[in-house]
């Protein structure tokens, strides 16, 4: 690897460069492939690259050790990647003889500056072109010196993609593969791969009853009993946390007059995201919130405040709707209805700083009890499109930072990122397969207060404007759902555990026994279940593993006599015989939590 470049850019180059080596291949597989396979973009991904094609049928996995065997001797021949430049009407014969549309059309759309010059190949003068072997392909660069350094890649999987994304257009097919420097750097993907696949959360969502999707309500979840007792267990933490922190809990209307969606800007900025209501006519006059913002702001500005009253916390696990495309929605991570342990704090200029801690405090809180690592992205100002004063922003920026710094909060800066009303922090969790998972946002806000006209009194009586902080520490909670389901592997912590306990009798002679047991737990507030089926122990233990249920309690002979049970403990294995009263004792112990 060059010296001069940094690592995650050669893998992108390394992926990229695999991803033409890829589509050379497949066209190996039809006769005259160069002028029926038909070529349209592959750039490289997070780990991974793909190419778009229209092929003449279908690709299947059973396909992949074909194509990788032209892809292994393309890389053994080791040709160098040659860049060129060639005038428009040289580029667009070149691609007419072999019938490649998508690709004149990225030409014509590079001659009419359409396609910006970071997307495909463009030069000053004419096309950027890369040759490798005995394949060309229509490219901007840069790409990794010859085929050889490719060697450790793995053709993945493949899926349906539209030209350009529009669904008006030819339906084409995505190869993914991945490639890596190593082939110990290969191995592991593919490992974290096969591990993260036995953890997706659709599939352990199925099987451990916690969430169903059904094609009459796309992107809605229906929450099963356990599922949903997930989700009011944490919904009810968190509001508790707020509660303690001096957040006031709202609930707020779902439907919301169009003017005050152009009072908020959604109209303007997020109208296409929204579901909205017709009249007859069929205008829209209303639509579904996709955010809390504009109703709290209505709140806020219902009564006079002054500035004894900041900060002021209007906390809403309100339903959100939002009209995601159907093609983009996965599991709980993609969804149409959602909640959020939602905030707003209204502050003045002074007070960003201590908010901010309090705000950073929650999020080491609520992180810190899931044994979630986190980081932030800081988005900064843009110099050509923000609002109000650069003072200000500028303050607000050293505030910010330096509360990062305080907290020793692993940050990276994205200058110029932030939206025209105020910087940004993106957090993102680093989950127990580590990865990184976006979750939580806290936005700082000068603009909807402007839009709002909101005052606060200020101690020598003129009225002045409050800054508004939007901030989510779990984000949606059913995203933060799925990315527990797949931390944990679907082993919750008991506290959260939606059964915490399965009492099972070795026969029916215990019976009397167990439901003691059974009963006592359930009256202190342990969730526990009974199996005094006929099955053997041995079935009964198998099921609360798949269950991933935190303890087994096995009763029989010898636990009736003595007044014990034998536990067996999900993380811990085989505990042994315990007196009823100490195992009560230790499972109130670990429930007894509070974020
Ligand atoms: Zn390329
Ligand atoms: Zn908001």
Redesign the pocket.
Known sequence: MPESNQPEDYLERLRHSTAHIMAYAVQQLFPDGEHTVKLAIGPPIENEFYYDMEVPRPITPDDFSEIEKHMKAMIKANAPFVQETWTFDQAREWFAERNQKFKLELIDGISDQEVSASDEGVADEGVSIYHNGDFTDLCKGPHIEKTGECRYFKLLRVSGAYWRGDSNREQLQRIYGTAWETKNDLQAYLKQREEAAKRDHRKLGRELELFQMHPESPGSVFWLPKGAFIYNHLSEKVRKLYLSEGYQEVRTPLIYDSSLWETSGHWEHFKDDMFLIENEEGDPTSALKP???PAHMLIYKSVRHSYRDLPYRLHDQGVLHRNEATGTLSGLSRVRQLCQD?A?NFVTEDQIADEYERILGLFQRIYGTFDLPFRCDFSTRNPDKFMGDVDVWNRAEDILESVLKNNQIEYTVDPGEAAFYGPKLDFQVRDSLNRDVQCATV?LDFQLPERFELIYIAPDGSEKRPVVI?RAICGSFERFIAMLIEHYAGAFPTWLSPVQCVVMTISQKFVDYATEVQQLLLQKDCRVVLDNSDDKIGAKIRQARLQRVPYMLIIGEREQQSRTVSVRSRDEGDIGAMPLDSFVDKIIREVDLDF
């Open positions: 955010m809390n913002c939602d707003h936005q939007h």
